[in-house]
């Protein structure tokens, strides 16, 4: 079995790799906290004394609103720690698998699913720290593998760190009779975490590079919200926006590697038949 030292095991999408995986991968936590305050001799060591297969690489500050605010908090979690982690893999011969996000494509003014292969300069400071550690990372470990994960959900798990996410949020609305604002000009695939993270698995055989990671999505985010609201048997009001952004994606290149993912719209099925709900 494959020995995976994990980062981020208490974060929304680490804690499901813990619960998912746990069996199929000999999974070794990184000690909670040590993320947010390790220094690069902390994290060559942690590699070092762990000897792994593989790193799975979840940890990040995530929250684009508090990247902005906090560019030098951001800068050290989003490129300056998986680069110390790329630098550690390649002195242990590692696997090196990171996440990366769809970020780095705001501010495109192209139409249609975008391709791994886009010049970008993210309009975000979040989206310039994942696309700078990616280069940076491949720079460092060429055999690393970087994916540009969509906007994930979940439905709420016993146990299970949970955030805002589409399908909550519409819940939440409905709930409490709240209007949510959704655009037709606004267009990005939204992932089912649980098959992102069942995807991992293939994922860690990937030969290096940037993959486009998670559901592709030709609807804009009015449509999809309605799709989501039909699937989940709720009816909030939806006020249409005039946001106009472009983060979908197209997944072919990780298709190829053997990473298949629903498209958004049959995503949400899936989540509710896990969750015996349809
Ligand atoms: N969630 C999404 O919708 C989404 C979408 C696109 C991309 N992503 C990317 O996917 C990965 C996982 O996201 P997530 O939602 O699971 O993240 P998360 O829940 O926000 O955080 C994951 C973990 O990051 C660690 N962490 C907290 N503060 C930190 C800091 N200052 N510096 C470094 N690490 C810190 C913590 O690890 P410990 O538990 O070990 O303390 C935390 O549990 C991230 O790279 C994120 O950027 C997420």
Redesign the pocket.
Known sequence: MKRVLL?????????RVMAQLAGRLELI??????????TESDIARLVAETRPDAIL???????TGYCEAHKE?SY???VQ?PLWLAKAAAGQGSKLV??????VYAGVELHGPLSEELPLTPANV?GRH?LEMEQRVLDALPDAVL???????DLPGYGL?I?G?LPLNLLHAALHGQSLTFSPGDYRGV?Y?RQAVENLLPALELSGGVYNF?SENDLDMLETAWRFCAALQVAPELVPGDRTRNLSMNTARARKGGVVFDDTADGIRRCLRDYGLR
């Not at 208490?10 to 804690?15: D, E, Q, Y």
């Not at 690489?57 to 929250?63: C, E, N, V």
């Open positions: 980062t981020g095991s208490g974060g929304f999408v680490g804690a936590p990184a000690p909670r906290g040590l993320m947010a305050r390790a690489h979840t940890a990040a500050l995530s929250d908090e050290r979690a989003n720690l990171a996440f990366s996000s769809d970020q979040y994942k994916l540009r994960a969509t906007w994930l959900y760190p955030r996410n992932t975490v998670g």
